[in-house]
């Protein structure tokens, strides 16, 4: 399989008046053409920082290092110029909220046509026709009215499909969606997840998924990397990650979503909350949470930071706990849920 985007040991930090806020610590994953991975975690579990990394907007204050090739052009490192030739013609970023996005001031053709027009030399007249394609192409009932519509005349979802016309005006390989439906009322959002995965399939890009939303996982990817305190804690195909969870973090996130299809669950079932980045715990971040702390031998919970080891055919962890005591706590998690 060819694999279009390549991360490896990602560490994006910010150094800080109450020390180095470790962002991203460590993060390592690939996705193929035409495939999604979905990056799940809480607020501060590093999957924004990582995802602006890799379109190379993480600011100039970030301490960036380790690999993020996208198809075979590399991002650390990258010139200015570059990184936004890149961002024009083969990544994408749908963000939360459109409207932060897009100029209030300007009609949602123009800002279409400015899109693309940054990238391609077109014609105005080819621009626009372009534009009313997109329009229609993103399910707009009647694309000369969005045309001719500034952002505020629009609902939520019709912006969001504003937003991946803009997106898709320069046929991205790589579209990273960052919550891209969590504003939105269950039945648009079901209709925004359906419009990304027929677009994917027409144009076999490849998506990176930035949610904290489990039904939005299961619902549109392939492989999940669940975060916490910036490393991916677990790691695997959403069958793996969902029917064979082996992190005691992952046990508490799927533990938060009674039902799969329940899709405005928050993830709040953990007791606790996730530690500061400038002053994580020593050994596994997870540790002042983990109930299961105490079932791993000399306490290397709270002294070595736990390496990524496989569990599965590409599935991985980064936890202590050793295979049977593994099986053990999951039963008794099982059991006390
Ligand atoms: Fe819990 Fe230790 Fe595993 Fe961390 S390494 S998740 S503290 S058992």
Redo the contacts with the bound molecule.
Sequence with gaps: AVMFVSVRDLKVHFPAEEGLIRAVDGLTFSVESGKTLAIVGESGSGKTAASLAMLGLHGPRAQVSGEISIGGEQIVGASQTTLRQLRGERMAMIFQDPLTAMHPYHRIGEQIIEAYRAHHRVSSKAASQRALDLLDRVGMADPRRTFESYPHQLSGGMRQRVMIAMALSCDPQLLIADEPTTALDVTVQAQILDLLKDLQREFGSAIILITHDLGVVAEMADDVAVMYAGRAVETGSVRDVFYRPS???TWGLLESVPRLDLHRERLTAIPGSPPALAALPRG?A??PR?A??A??ADGR?ASDI?NAHDVGENHAIR???SEAARSEARALHAAST
């Design positions: 992190h005691p973090y596994c997870f540790r983990c299961f702390a079932q791993v919970c736990p936890c202590h706990l």
